[in-house]
C-alpha cells in the first residue's frame, strides 16, 4: 500500500505494508540512514526521530501513523551541521564511538524544546537514550551549552 510521508520537509511516497517499522522505512526505503538500529524494542533510542517535534522511538512506530506528520530525522536538522545542538556536540567531542549520536542529539532537541534551561536532573530524567560509551557527563554539558546557544 503506497502512502506519503513528510520526511525533513520533504514528500515521500513508499509501498511498505502500513505496520512497517518506521525506522526502516526510513532507512530501506527513504535511504536515510542516520536514524540508527539499536534493539529494536525502543529501549536503546539509537532510533530515535522527531515526530511533530516529540522525540520517538522510530522502531516501535508503525509508518501509517506517522501519515499527516513532520518528520525529522538526523540528516533534516540542519544541512550544514550548525543546529545549536550539533554545535555544542563537537563543543564538547560528546560521541565517541558516535553510534547512539543521531538518536541522542534529536532528543536533547526534543528536551530543550519543552525545558529551554534544563537543570541537570531534568536532563537526567528525559535524555533515556543508551549510549554504551558512557558520554553521559559530556551530553549533560552539550545540552547545557545548547541551551545558551539557543539565546
Not at 514528500?11 to 511498505?16: E, G, I, M, R, T
Not at 560528546?94 to 541522542?104: A, E, I
Amino acid at each position: 500500500m503506497a502512502f506519503n510521508l513528510l520526511v525533513n520537509n520533504l514528500q515521500y511516497s513508499v509501498d511498505v505494508e502500513p505496520e512497517t517499522p518506521l525506522l526502516w522505512v526510513l532507512r530501506d526505503s527513504i535511504g536515510l540512514t542516520g536514524t540508527k538500529y539499536g534493539c529494536g524494542i525502543g529501549q536503546c533510542g539509537a532510533c530515535t526521530v522527531l515526530i511533530d517535534g516529540v522525540a520517538v522511538r522510530s522502531c516501535q512506530r508503525q509508518a501509517e501513523r506517522a501519515i499527516g506528520a513532520r518528520i525529522t530525522t538526523i540528516e533534516g536538522l540542519s544541512a550544514d551541521g550548525t543546529h545549536p545542538v550539533q554545535l555544542a556536540w563537537k563543543e564538547f567531542d560528546v560521541p565517541q564511538c558516535g553510534y547512539c549520536q543521531s538518536g541522542q542529539i534529536l532528543a536533547a532537541v526534543a528536551l530543550l524544546s519543552k525545558r529551554p534551561k534544563p537543570t541537570d536532573a531534568e536532563i537526567d530524567a528525559q535524555m533515556t537514550n543508551a549510549c554504551r560509551c558512557g558520554t553521559y557527563h559530556r551530553i549533560r554539558q552539550a545540552i547545557h551549552r545548547a541551551a545558551t546557544l539557543r539565546g
